[in-house]
């Protein structure tokens, strides 16, 4: 898709939604048109997107439809996406969550907790699918929305611990339906500290796909032995190989500055956890790579990021590509495709 094509809005409009199965191609038309509209004033309200009430109208209609669901409107661009990785030699799969807030609609239905558990609304788990070299997103290869159920009553850290089935799942759902690529393409599977569960690792395993996440318990590596070594405090040990300038942007309260970090990185083997019998006792292989900031500004947070990845991580060269690869995951919401902003 050449550039023109990516701003030009009608254009995106049919290239996303033009195929999609809808049961009637008038419905498929009005999607087209309802798209176009969104997306030459994504900030203005669906009344002023459609122009009339008449048209407002017609889009209630339309999303009211048995067959007009999400997967059905979605699936054309997200077989799309898939025919664009498999032209790749590497591509970057960046899943993170979306809060949508909907507190101020009182009177739908179907919602859960957002927020601080006082707000209404969704999740949305999204897969975007980034080249690693240049940052540009070529697809979004999957979604799926979800609703926050609280956890019951007086449940104990032990029933927590044994659900059948816990709001971290999404995470390994979306990498079991997007499955196993071509040979030919090598597929990492990218996310934020949300990202670091075994069972992710074992998933992307299962599917002959990669990982590269930022890391966040502090698990147990092997060997297993008293003391048990432990991921984090072991890394943070390892000395720094090399340095070099970085760009911090600002996100969180952190403000954006020019700094200098400096980077270790090494093999590491990570032993499953301990009380989770359904993880099975099979070790995991894979590469810690720490970045860190010696001498924020007074005030500062120290920037530090720890990455575990199932790719090959032997020389400097790699390490630092790495860091770069997760780069385009912090740096997402930046990014903008089909002439439409991406969440944060």
Not at 43 to 49: D, I, K
Request: glycine share 6%.
């Amino acid at each position: 898709m050449n550039t023109a094509e990516m701003l030009d809005p009608e254009s995106w409009a049919k290239r996303t939604f033009g195929r999609s199965q809808l049961k009637d191609l008038r419905r498929t038309a009005r999607a087209v048109k309802v798209a176009t509209r969104m997306a030459e004033n994504a900030s203005a309200s669906l009344p002023a997107q459609m122009q009339t009430w008449k048209e407002t109208i017609a889009v209630y209609r339309l999303l009211g439809e048995a067959d007009v669901t999400f997967e059905a409107l979605m699936q054309p661009h997200w077989q799309e996406t898939r025919e664009r990785i498999a032209a790749q030699p590497v591509v970057l799969l960046a899943q993170d969550t979306t809060e949508i807030d909907l507190s101020r609609h009182p009177h739908s239905t179907g919602l859960g907790q957002v927020g601080n558990e006082r707000g209404r609304g969704l999740y949305l788990q999204t897969v975007l699918a980034i080249l690693p070299h240049s940052g540009a997103v070529i697809g979004c290869a999957l979604q799926e929305p979800w609703v926050r159920v609280p956890a019951p009553a007086g449940e104990t850290r032990s029933q927590r611990r044994h659900r059948t089935q816990r709001e971290t799942d999404v995470w390994m759902r979306l990498v079991r339906r997007l499955g196993s690529f071509p040979a030919e393409t090598s597929v990492v599977h990218m996310g934020d500290r949300g990202a670091d569960l075994f069972p992710f690792f074992q998933a992307c395993q299962a599917t002959q796909t990669h990982f590269l996440v930022r890391a966040f318990e502090n698990r147990r590596i092997a060997p297993e032995e008293r003391p048990q070594r432990h991921l984090l405090d072991e890394v943070r040990t390892w000395p720094a190989t090399a340095s070099r300038p970085f760009q911090v942007s600002a996100s969180h309260g952190r403000t954006a500055r020019s700094t200098q970090v400096q980077l270790a990185f090494g093999p590491v083997t990570l032993l499953p956890p301990r009380f989770e019998k359904r993880y099975g006792t099979a070790s995991l292989v894979g590469w810690a790579i720490r970045v860190w900031e010696e001498q924020p500004p007074a005030g500062e947070e120290p920037l530090e990021w720890i990455l575990l990845t199932s790719v090959p991580t032997t020389t400097l060269e790699h390490a630092w590509e790495r860091v770069g690869w997760y780069e385009r995951r912090w740096r997402q919401g930046q990014l903008s495709w089909g002439g439409c902003r991406l969440p944060n």
